[in-house]
């Protein structure tokens, strides 16, 4: 990118968001507010591109607003260790596996209600038998 201003339209481009979500970001304190032309336009610099495309693959990570804010004030610090963002994304990694065991548990269970169905008629049908609650007063 050359080093000029870009639009809110343009940075959405090359980032991939939507201009009203990098309004959002500016609102809840993720990007800078940006300068403004004599028109009042938006105009966004380097910096922009770079926060907004951190954000972007934080998200794209599965990291939540919060986590990404704790990143990005971490960051600002380039001298500080970087233990405490190790330990962001070693709990977040705890979150994703538990998702993940979750999603295979689920994946289990479906593939077991599949095998039983013998595709006959709904009456008999395993699947909705499973589905169904069994003692309802």
């Given amino acids: 990118m050359q080093n000029r201003n870009l639009t809110i339209g343009e940075l ?20 800078v507010e940006p300068g403004r032309t004599a028109g009042n336009y938006r105009t966004y610099g380097p910096e922009h591109l770079n926060r907004l495309t951190f954000v972007r693959r934080s998200r794209d990570l599965g990291f939540s607003l919060e986590q990404i804010r704790v990143l990005l004030d971490l960051s600002d610090d380039q001298d500080r260790s970087c233990e405490a963002i190790d330990a962001i994304a070693r709990q977040h990694l705890t979150e994703v ?5 979750d999603l295979q548990a689920l994946r289990r269970e479906l593939n077991s209600m599949i095998d039983r169905c013998h595709r006959g008629t709904v009456a008999e049908c395993r699947i909705i038998e499973a589905l169904s609650p069994h003692d309802v007063h």
């Fill in 12 to 31: 959405g481009q090359l980032t991939g968001t939507k201009a009203e979500t990098i309004r959002y970001y500016e609102r809840i304190g993720l990007l």
């Fill in 97 to 101: 596996e538990r998702k993940i065991a």
